[in-house]
């Protein structure tokens, strides 16, 4: 529920790390003595094999990418010169992922990769119910839904004007609460925005959502001490919410934590963050330190293609003009 909002707070958030041009370079390329190949193929959940899928080689303990590929007409994939070691080989399609974990050594894995049929859709709620929500009227529940559905449209006026049904009816209904704030987060009064979800926290503690937001205010304030705290509490209590670990990640990258951001973007996407612009736009800002400028400029590929006339795609657009100077400058300083 907290995605398009948190699509705006991203935006601020990345922009302020573009603006700042602080980012640490360090240089983690991996250097083990010996290196091998690997090879797989993936398949639909038909079981015919797909081609063009992005594949991507993590190193298990980090989550850096240590090689990336795409599959063959026939779904084969190889990777090589890869160093002795676990990892975990991921196969991206625009809608979703498989991933599973190989280890290499003298001899080379063969992998068969799977994508899962594509569910109905995600659950709007939490993982539990809270009896604060099982009290809600059903028609105030209806309202929240239309509400969220034009929410995630981006139709702004219909979603407020649902929300006003919804909370005429019941006044404490906690998700339509946490939606009115989410979309004041689109406002120039971002102070109300956290006072209303710090408020939402104490009438209803189990929404995660209003954990999330409240996070996402953090990040957009600085205060990504109190991000950090505030994402682990929504996770205690959802721990399948995807946004929890975006919020995690912004705050890793602000405080130069990339390789920690990138573990927790990996969990965002196993969690169905896949879809999303603002996941892989900031696995970008967190590769780009690490000097990992091929990586980097697929995910803000990635980011522009599944959201492309958005704010998102203006960053991603700015920060792909950037990695062309950045790799320029590394040109020129091997010669």
Not at 152 to 178: C, F, H, N, V, W
Not at 268 to 289: C, F, M, Q, S, T
């Amino acid at each position: 529920m907290v995605s398009r909002g948190c699509v705006t707070l991203c935006v601020l958030f990345v922009a302020s790390v573009l603006a700042s041009s602080q980012v640490r370079i360090s240089n983690s390329q991996p250097s083990p003595e010996t290196v091998h190949a690997l090879a797989g193929k993936v398949f639909g959940a038909d079981g015919r094999p797909i081609p063009g899928i992005h594949i991507e080689l993590d190193n298990a303990a980090t989550a850096i990418p240590v090689g990336s590929t795409y599959t063959e007409q026939d779904g084969t994939f190889e990777l090589y010169n890869i160093p002795q070691g676990d990892y975990e080989v991921v196969a991206e399609s625009a809608e979703s992922e498989v991933s599973d974990q190989v280890v290499v050594q003298s001899e080379r894995p063969s992998l068969r990769l799977r994508f899962a049929r594509s569910s109905s859709g995600t659950p709007v709620g939490d993982a539990a119910t809270s009896v604060a929500r099982m009290l809600v009227p059903a028609r105030a529940q209806r309202m929240y839904g239309q509400a969220y559905r034009f929410f995630m449209e981006g139709k702004y006026r219909e979603a407020d004007s649902k929300l006003d049904a919804a909370l005429q009816i019941d006044p404490e209904y906690a998700d339509a609460l946490t939606l009115r704030a989410l979309m004041m987060l689109n406002g120039p009064d971002r102070n109300s925005a956290r006072q209303l979800l710090e408020q939402l926290i104490q009438i209803d503690p189990s929404d995660s959502t209003a954990y999330i937001g409240l996070a996402a205010v953090y990040n957009h304030q600085g205060r990504f001490d109190d991000a950090m705290r505030i994402s682990e509490k929504g996770l205690s209590i959802a721990p399948g919410r995807w946004q929890a670990y975006l919020e995690l990640a912004k705050a890793s990258i602000a405080k130069d934590m990339y390789q920690n951001s990138l573990k927790l973007l990996r969990q965002a996407e196993r969690l169905g963050g896949n879809g999303y612009a603002e996941v892989h736009l900031l696995k970008a800002y967190a590769l780009v330190p690490l000097k990992l400028y091929k990586d980097a400029r697929y995910e803000l590929q990635a980011a522009l293609a599944r959201q492309p006339d958005t704010h998102l795609a203006e960053q991603a657009k700015q920060m792909l003009a950037r990695l062309n100077t950045l790799e320029a400058a590394g040109v020129a300083e091997n010669r």
